[in-house]
């Protein structure tokens, strides 16, 4: 079978359901609306396709809106088993695999022993978030899957089973009728880890396999990797991750850890049937047996020493084909997920951990009004209260609520790294780092429940990136932090969302890179280990595309011991659905990872880093100019389903952080999620123009051919532009009020925008957009002509709210539904979308 057969084969067994479920005329409605579409993507006259929707009830809107959903999540199934089905039968060394970065490594000089030392410094750290732009309910996921397996055989017992499933999902409720908890969001991220985990083994049984190809000898080298979350930690701006929402995450990561591992010791117990050499017939599986007992009554166990002390007696009694089949995926298991599954890491507001500082130190009598002292003389305080380890809190008295809320988190990652190691907690994350004193606060609050913690500042906006080297060299200068610190990695986090909001896409790409060429500066000064921290989403606009490119663009000479990534939304499906996939995605990554980690710190010409901070600042000045036109924010919300959004069940966050609405407050994601449901992607492109203007194309053709970042941010860039659509984009500006022909004309000036970006970027590359991707650029062109009649049907929708008194807050349950669901269809079939 093919794409194109598996896809067929879905649309027509989707369409016998319809005909049965609705009848006849339904299914005949949806052709005709499909045939209308498609003429009208022709260039033929679209009225006829307009009068048809605009006379559609609600109901029979929300029909059609679920049909076309429908098709396009069995045709994301198709093309995920495409992918399997490709890599499944390929044989021989792939591209950006682990066999190939162990040659180019040695291409670049490294022996097997500096190659060992690469491996063993670095670390990609895979962190999964809840930001879910991945909507479907966890009931859909499951009947999705079992028809993705099914797809494989195709027998017609298969084939049925395919039509039941399809079936039973026409007939589930797509929209969640509450808001998923905190709890929720973390079982619903973490149910990938199972699929994770069998990808692992042969993935560490690739890497040594490929070690001795290349290098001639066996290694011990354990894969880079491990996996943290901070679904039940994040406290950023979401009132519902309490000290009790982090209690039950992490009484889940025990309890999925020791459901993985109990079924890896079974396993290896029944094949490790073999007696040792000193005449022991149950030598080996009497640890396995102990092992197994200890896990399962939750008891705290030293697992690598004793499983590793299990795989030396197997090769030292001849049985190394038995340790490396037999015990190995145990072994390896136990290495990345140990008895705590994930490291939870704990966000918070630096506003919120500063006001939480200032009340203790309040109550405690040493500082009446520590919010408004300057930053000396806060370094001055915080410094002293580090060199003492009493609590300023008498101890077995109550806390007061928002300071239990604040140290409460701290306690319970402390109890959780009590019962399964120290590995149960990962970092402490300063959202919004401005100051020396953000970084420190955090040390205080920890010391109230005599626990040590690692703090991470998290620069976001452009003025924080352009700030953080002078903030860390400060930091890093600090004796009563080094101690802290010790000789522990120092992680720094960039985020990819608020900088681009502020900034645009250009410019805070190019701040970015200049804050981790600089910072990586400052560490190497200190002689500091350091590791960076990417707030990625999925989108371009927030840093996303494709992981392995990502890895590769960043500076030459930043990675040191590692590199950090946030995987959120649906990025998780389409990474980690099959194990196939899954052991792909993460071969990629880490072959950026490893070969990224080898290049060297380089001078970049001077001619290139002068061009590209010009561009930077012609890029901002264009899009700045644009969010603050006092028509921009009223366009916005005429020309996207913002406040649909909002009403969206999707996650326990809220849509913005506390305060006035305004454009700072909208969280990056439905910012983002809103540009792509009317297809404009602005924050993936805009103000580009004018930054390779500023260059000119002769100098960014050469920067792109030999720039590894430069290439992958224009790479991305043309990925967003073509994911764009103009077509779609003017049915949504009609949304503008007759009245307003300022606002129309702003929309056209984004219309223009567009255009004109796209030639630049063309001009530069030499070719046509995604010329170097057919495969992604083949997927879009056969995606946009289908994906039409949601969008058209969304228009409608927001058409009829609009219209009635009240506004969005008071629209009837009939559009509601049809207009929820028309977001959760377009995300499914642009994907890509926060």
């Known amino acids: 079978m093919s794409l194109n057969e598996d896809v067929n084969l879905l649309g027509r067994t989707l369409g016998t359901v319809l005909s049965e479920q609705e009848g006849p005329d339904f299914l005949e409605l949806v052709e005709r609306v499909r045939s209308l579409v498609r003429q009208a993507r022709a260039g033929d006259d679209d009225t006829p396709l307009r009068e048809l929707l605009s006379g559609v009830d609600a109901h029979t809107a929300e029909n059609l809106v679920r049909a076309f959903t429908l098709y396009f999540q069995l045709v994301n199934l198709a093309e995920e088993y495409e992918r399997v089905r490709v890599l499944t039968a390929s044989p021989g060394p792939r591209p950006q695999s682990l066999g190939r970065a162990l040659i180019e490594l040695k291409e670049m000089g490294l022996n097997a022993e500096a190659a060992e030392a690469l491996i063993a410094r670095v670390d990609l750290g895979l962190t999964f978030t809840a930001h879910p732009t991945e909507m479907r309910r966890r009931t859909v996921r499951g009947h999705l899957v079992d028809v993705a397996h099914d797809i494989a055989a195709l027998t017609p017992a298969a084939v049925e089973r395919i039509a039941a499933h399809i079936e039973a999902l026409w007939s589930t409720p797509e929209l969640r009728r509450l808001k998923p908890t905190v709890l929720d969001e973390a079982k619903g991220g973490l149910s990938y880890i199972s699929v994770i985990a069998r990808a692992l083994p042969p993935l560490q049984q690739e890497l040594r396999r490929a070690f001795v190809e290349v290098y001639g000898r066996e290694t011990g080298v354990h894969l880079p990797i491990s996996f943290s979350s901070w679904m039940g930690g994040d406290r950023d701006g979401n009132p519902f991750v309490t000290p009790e929402a982090t209690r039950e995450a992490l009484a889940l990561h025990r309890e999925r850890a020791r459901e993985l591992l109990l079924e890896q010791i079974i396993g290896a117990y029944a094949s490790l049937s073999q007696e040792g050499l000193e005449d022991d017939q149950d030598a080996y599986r009497r640890e396995l047996r102990a092992l197994h007992n200890a896990v399962r009554d939750g008891e705290r166990v030293e697992l690598l020493p004793r499983l590793e002390a299990l795989d030396a007696r197997l090769r030292s009694d001849g049985q190394a084909r038995s340790a490396d089949l037999l015990l190995a995926p145990l072994l390896t298991l136990a290495r990345v997920f140990g008895q705590h599954l994930v490291s939870l890491d704990v966000r918070e507001h630096s506003a919120l951990t500063g006001a939480a500082v200032a009340a203790l130190l309040k109550e405690a009598g040493v500082e009446a009004d520590y919010l408004v002292l300057p930053e000396h003389a806060r370094l001055e305080l915080l410094t002293r209260e580090l060199k003492s380890r009493r609590p300023l809190w008498p101890a077995g008295t109550p806390l007061p609520t928002e300071l239990e809320r604040a140290i409460g988190p701290v306690r319970e990652v402390a109890r959780a790294c009590a019962l399964v190691g120290p590995r149960a907690f990962g970092r402490y994350i300063v959202s919004m780092s401005e100051s020396v004193s953000d970084v420190l606060e955090p040390l205080i609050l920890a010391r109230e429940v005599g626990f040590g913690i690692l703090p991470v500042p998290l620069f976001e906006t452009l003025d924080d990136l352009v700030r953080a080297p002078a903030v860390m060299w400060e930091l890093l200068s600090l004796p009563e932090y080094r101690a802290v610190l010790g ?87 389409d990474k980690y659905s099959h194990p196939v996939l899954a052991q792909r995605n993460l071969e990629q990554a880490l072959y950026g990872l490893l070969l990224a980690a080898a290049r060297p710190a380089d001078e970049l010409p001077a001619a290139w880093v002068e061009a590209l901070g010009r561009a930077g600042k012609a890029s901002a000045a264009a899009y700045r100019t644009l969010v603050e036109d006092e028509r921009f924010i009223p366009l916005f ?156 049907l969304q228009v409608e929708l927001l058409r009829r709210s609009r219209q009635v008194e009240g506004g969005v807050e008071q629209m009837p349950a009939e559009l509601e539904r049809p207009l929820l669901l028309s977001v959760q269809g377009i995300s499914a079939g642009v994907r890509n979308t926060g």
């Open 487 to 573: 000789g522990n990695v120092q992680e720094i986090m960039l985020g990819y969302s608020d900088s681009n909001k502020d900034a645009g896409f250009l410019a805070a790409n190019w701040a970015l890179h200049e804050a981790q060429r600089d910072i990586s500066s400052v560490c190497r000064k200190a002689g500091v280990p350091w590791r960076f921290f990417h707030g990625r989403g999925t989108s371009i606009g927030r840093g996303g595309g494709p992981a392995g490119r990502a890895i590769l663009g960043q500076p030459a000479g930043t990675i040191d011991a590692g590199l950090r990534i946030t995987e959120q939304g649906e990025a998780l499906a």
């Open 637 to 792: 919300e005429e020309v996207t389903p913002i406040h649909e959004i909002a009403r969206l069940n999707i996650a326990s966050r809220p849509v913005r952080r506390p305060g006035p609405p305004s454009l700072s407050s909208l969280r990056a994601i439905p910012w983002v999620m809103s540009w792509t449901q009317n297809r404009a992607n602005l924050p993936g492109w805009y103000g580009l123009k004018e930054g390779l203007a500023e260059i000119g194309p002769d100098l960014a053709g050469e920067m792109y051919r030999g720039w590894p970042f430069f290439r992958s941010v224009l790479d991305n860039a043309q990925m967003s532009l073509a994911k764009s659509d103009l077509l779609i984009f003017e049915e949504y500006t009609r949304l503008v009020p007759k009245g307003e022909q300022d606002h129309a004309q702003l929309a056209a000036q984004l219309e223009a925008a567009y255009r004109d970006t796209v030639r630049a970027i063309e001009a530069v590359v030499g070719e046509d957009l995604l010329s170097g991707e057919p495969r992604l650029k083949r997927s879009i062109e056969l995606r946009n002509p289908y994906i039409d009649p949601i969008h058209r």
